[in-house]
């Protein structure tokens, strides 16, 4: 048994079983929050802020208070900058106060725009220790600023012993707040929904401004110093936060197949596909026509029954049906027309059917577009 186990493990268990798990996960739906959700969460943050000012202003010992603020400020920065929970509640006491709020490049700011002149002084930055050992920027807003400045104040009130933590937990020496499960918990509080709150985790909210970079269309240097902020790599931010890749085969790439298969591609030509927009009836080209030439053939089977049976004419006159023959060259005009159509068997569009008959109108005269499309079905199903 034990030597069964050995030859045959890695090939009968272990091989299944990573395949399956990879199977699993390519059919994993990417959830990503939704931005009203974000605006609910940023809102409520605020207000907890301001309301939690207030009370510690009153009563500079009430620790609840004092809590609170700091759960709010903790998870304003967290909203804002999307960071990774663990290195936000590790944001040094230290590395806080120590930060200038005079730049050391004021000679470059001329080259900046106004908006982004006023964002600037309105934005305090400081540089935390993230994954790796990277130096990850932090922005702070002027409320949350005001926040941390007032815990910072009344900071001796709720600890005996010198904690090194930004976010520490009151009356210990070096314990944190838990960001994941603080965060948790005011998002379902906001939101009074598990899946909602479920969303609104930081790898998805990473993943959610990496996919607004992407609508955006930000060039290679804007996305590095996206990826620089978010403290990885450019190949990181492509490769696992970017549009979910459902989204990009279903609403680009089968863009691009739609295309090939019922449109002339050369009038979009030198396009990118964001630049590329399709037609209503190009994506239900596929269906409709296959309905719509089914529908037609099967009436004409029917047709030619009822003529056939002789309980039909039984009292009537017969009624003489004249047919018009194909000619030699209407077919061969028909068939290189329609080669692509008749090569990957899709029936043509009236549109291109009646393109045809004006390029050929002397040809074409006495034939109606329904028959020349009933043609071409007929002889590539009867292949």
């Known amino acids: 048994m034990t030597k069964l186990l050995e030859n045959e493990w890695s090939m009968e268990v272990s091989t299944e079983?990573?395949?399956?798990?990879?199977?699993?996960?390519?059919?994993?739906?990417?959830?990503?929050?939704?931005?009203?959700?974000?605006?609910?969460?940023?809102?409520?943050?605020?207000?907890?802020?301001?309301e939690s000012k207030l009370k510690l202003e009153e009563n500079n010992k009430d620790e609840t208070a004092y809590k609170s603020l700091i759960e709010a400020t903790y998870c304003s920065l967290l909203l804002f900058n999307k960071k990774r929970v663990g290195e936000l509640q590790r944001l040094l006491l230290d590395t806080y106060e120590k930060h200038l709020n005079t730049s050391s490049s004021k000679e470059f700011e001329k080259f900046l725009s106004p908006s982004e002149k006023i964002l600037l002084k309105k934005l305090k930055r400081i540089v935390i220790k993230g994954?790796?050992?990277?130096?990850?920027?932090?922005?702070?807003?002027?409320?949350?600023?005001?926040?941390?400045?007032?815990?910072?104040?009344?900071?001796?009130?709720?600890?005996?012993?010198?904690?090194p933590y930004l976010f520490g937990t009151c009356h210990t020496e070096d314990s944190t707040i838990s960001g994941y499960h603080v965060f948790s918990k005011h998002a379902l509080r906001v939101l009074k929904d598990k899946s909602k709150a479920k969303a609104l985790t930081s790898t998805r909210m990473r993943k959610h401004l990496a996919t607004i970079s992407q609508i955006l269309k930000m060039d290679n240097e804007d996305l590095e110093q996206l990826?620089?902020?978010?403290?990885?790599?450019?190949?990181?931010?492509?490769?696992?936060?970017?549009?979910?890749?459902?989204?990009?085969?279903?609403?680009?790439?089968?863009?691009?197949?739609?295309?090939?298969?019922?449109?002339?591609?050369?009038?979009?030509?030198?396009?990118?596909?964001n630049e590329i927009n399709i037609g209503d009836e190009i994506v239900e080209t596929q269906s409709e026509s296959e309905e719509e030439t089914e529908k037609m053939?099967?009436?004409?089977?029917?047709?030619?029954k009822?003529?056939?049976?002789p309980k039909a004419n039984t009292n009537k006159k017969k009624k003489t049906i004249t047919r018009n023959a194909w000619s030699k060259e209407e077919r061969e005009v028909t068939e290189i027309f329609f080669e692509k159509h008749i090569k990957n068997k899709i029936p043509p569009k009236k549109e291109?059917?009646?393109?045809?008959?004006?390029?050929?109108?002397?040809?074409?005269?006495?034939?109606?577009?329904?028959?020349?499309?009933?043609?071409?079905?007929?002889?590539?199903?009867?292949?």
């Open 131 to 163: 994954k790796r050992s990277r130096g990850v920027p932090v922005l702070v807003d002027k409320a949350t600023e005001a926040g941390i400045d007032l815990t910072i104040k009344h900071r001796h009130n709720f600890f005996e012993v010198y904690n």
């Open 17 to 50: 079983a990573n395949k399956n798990l990879n199977i699993k996960r390519f059919n994993k739906p990417t959830i990503i929050p939704v931005t009203e959700d974000l605006q609910k969460m940023k809102i409520y943050l605020d207000n907890l802020i301001s």
């Open 227 to 273: 990826a620089t902020f978010m403290g990885h790599t450019t190949k990181t931010h492509a490769e696992w936060y970017r549009l979910p890749l459902d989204i990009i085969q279903t609403a680009k790439v089968s863009k691009l197949l739609l295309l090939a298969q019922n449109s002339d591609i050369t009038e979009f030509k030198g396009r990118n596909l």
């Open 306 to 309: 009822r003529c056939a049976s």
């Open 297 to 304: 053939v099967m009436e004409s089977k029917n047709d030619q």
């Open 352 to 383: 291109e059917v009646e393109n045809l008959i004006a390029r050929h109108p002397e040809l074409f005269k006495n034939r109606k577009w329904d028959v020349i499309k009933a043609y071409v079905y007929n002889k590539y199903t009867k292949k």
